[in-house]
């Protein structure tokens, strides 16, 4: 670092210990410059000094420059990361990075909902944009991200639909003849939409009963190992699936009726029809709808949270007690019994040492 006299100014100029950088600016006071040297140097013992040119980055471009570097992960993962950068890009796009402050985020997330947006997008949306933050601060483009639990808007809390019984069979039966396994791996094998139709025989072990999901569709492998947990099937659903095969012959469990890989969306669709013609079912009832069931079946069959975890082959418990929680039987009758058994107790205690 240092000062010199050029003409009627004074530049200040020091060189970055680690990029070898060189930041000069100009004044026309020497104290105006040791101030700013001064300024610069408390900056880099913080962590916190920023190059000026970028500084000047804009959020679009940082997009642009993030979404290149994202570009690696499978193609429907970059698809809903480009889909949040829309809105992101319409909101703060022509703004500095280092302009950005946590309450235009507040405000953002506010105005989000104020259009109708659900809570659960709108907090995907916020989260999206403190993952571009996060890594702008990582490549030293801001000094921190304005992004923060303060500025999260919640994710918001949906307590799923439930069917019954009755209506998963009413829903099976509604199906075309060649749809109907797809219940069956839903409600009682807890497969996702596109595990369902990405499902291939040589992924079902119809001798010893065991499903192996492995990819999703089309043909793409599962995200986690845990996606990838088996799931034991009872003898008769084995039965039923092989009985299927045997009738549809194709490489995966489920086709259309020209024999092709049935896509989710038409499922999904053939699910919308079959549901109208379910007495209580509501309009927004989807296939996912069906792991909610088993869930519930596994549940009430006495099944604790550990088990209930694995069948439905989430990540950890966490995520299976903020869905379902509220069906593992009730917490204020279990903990009025204890405490009247322990009090029960104290009475009898009491009764029988009183001399009286």
Same mark, same amino acid.
């Given at each position: 670092?240092?000062?010199?006299? +050029?003409?009627?100014?004074?530049?200040?100029?020091?060189?970055?210990?680690?990029?070898?950088?060189?930041?000069?600016?100009?004044?026309?006071?020497?104290?105006?410059?040791?101030?700013?040297?001064?300024?610069?140097?408390?900056?880099?013992?913080?962590?916190?000094?920023?190059?000026?040119?970028?500084?000047?980055?804009?959020?679009?471009?940082?997009? @642009?420059?993030?979404?290149?570097?994202?570009?690696?992960?499978?193609?429907?993962?970059?698809?809903?990361?480009?889909?949040?950068?829309?809105?992101?890009?319409?909101?703060?796009?022509?703004?500095?990075?280092?302009?950005?402050?946590?309450?235009?985020?507040?405000?953002?997330?506010?105005?989000?909902?104020?259009?109708? *947006?659900?809570?659960?997008?709108?907090?995907?949306?916020?989260?999206?944009?403190?993952?571009?933050?996060?890594?702008?601060?990582?490549?030293?483009?801001?000094?921190?991200?304005?992004?923060?639990?303060?500025?999260?808007?919640?994710?918001?809390?949906?307590?799923?639909?439930?069917?019954?019984?009755?209506?998963?069979?009413?829903?099976?039966?509604?199906?075309?003849?060649?749809?109907?396994?797809?219940?069956?791996?839903?409600?009682?094998?807890?497969?996702?939409?596109?595990?369902?139709?990405? *499902?291939?025989?040589?992924?079902?072990?119809?001798? +010893?009963?065991?499903?192996?999901?492995?990819?999703?569709?089309?043909?793409?492998?599962?995200?986690?190992?845990?996606?990838?947990?088996?799931?034991?099937?009872? @003898?008769?659903?084995?039965?039923?699936?092989?009985?299927?095969?045997?009738?549809?012959?194709?490489?995966?469990?489920?086709?259309?009726?020209?024999?092709?890989?049935?896509?989710?969306?038409?499922?999904?669709?053939?699910?919308?029809?079959?549901?109208?013609?379910?007495?209580?079912?509501?309009?927004?009832? +989807?296939?996912?709808?069906?792991?909610?069931?088993?869930?519930?079946? *596994?549940?009430?069959?006495?099944?604790?949270?550990?088990?209930?975890?694995?069948?439905? +082959?989430?990540?950890?418990?966490?995520?299976?007690?903020?869905?379902?929680?509220?069906?593992?039987?009730?917490?204020?009758?279990?903990?009025?019994?204890?405490?009247?058994?322990?009090?029960?107790?104290?009475?009898?205690?009491?009764?029988?040492?009183?001399?009286?």
């Amino acid at each position: 670092m240092g000062i010199q006299r +050029r003409g009627e100014s004074w530049r200040a100029r020091f060189r970055h210990p680690d990029t070898g950088r060189e930041c000069q600016k100009s004044f026309v006071r020497r104290a105006d410059a040791q101030r700013w040297l001064r300024e610069q140097q408390t900056k880099l013992d913080r962590g916190t000094w920023l190059d000026p040119k970028s500084a000047r980055t804009t959020v679009g471009e940082w997009c @642009a420059t993030w979404l290149d570097g994202y570009g690696t992960r499978r193609a429907s993962t970059v698809r809903q990361a480009e889909v949040h950068l829309v809105r992101i890009v319409a909101a703060f796009g022509t703004m500095p990075l280092a302009a950005v402050r946590p309450s235009h985020v507040k405000g953002w997330t506010a105005q989000l909902r104020a259009e109708g *947006l659900s809570d659960s997008y709108v907090y995907a949306l916020h989260a999206r944009l403190a993952q571009v933050f996060s890594d702008a601060v990582h490549d030293g483009l801001v000094a921190r991200s304005p992004c923060s639990r303060r500025t999260s808007p919640g994710a918001g809390k949906q307590r799923a639909y439930v069917a019954t019984t009755e209506q998963v069979w009413a829903l099976h039966d509604a199906m075309p003849d060649h749809l109907r396994p797809a219940i069956l791996l839903g409600a009682f094998v807890g497969l996702r939409l596109a595990e369902t139709c990405g *499902l291939r025989v040589s992924d079902v072990d119809f001798m +010893r009963g065991i499903v192996h999901p492995a990819v999703q569709y089309p043909a793409v492998p599962l995200k986690s190992e845990t996606s990838r947990t088996a799931v034991p099937i009872p @003898a008769d659903l084995a039965a039923e699936l092989s009985a299927h095969v045997a009738t549809w012959r194709a490489e995966t469990l489920l086709t259309d009726l020209y024999g092709h890989q049935l896509a989710p969306w038409t499922l999904e669709r053939a699910v919308r029809a079959a549901r109208a013609k379910v007495p209580g079912l509501p309009a927004g009832f +989807r296939y996912h709808d069906l792991r909610h069931y088993l869930a519930s079946l *596994l549940i009430a069959s006495g099944a604790d949270v550990k088990v209930v975890q694995a069948r439905l +082959r989430h990540a950890s418990a966490k995520t299976t007690l903020d869905c379902y929680g509220h069906l593992f039987g009730d917490p204020d009758d279990s903990t009025r019994a204890a405490i009247a058994e322990v009090l029960a107790a104290r009475a009898g205690t009491v009764r029988a040492s009183d001399p009286r």
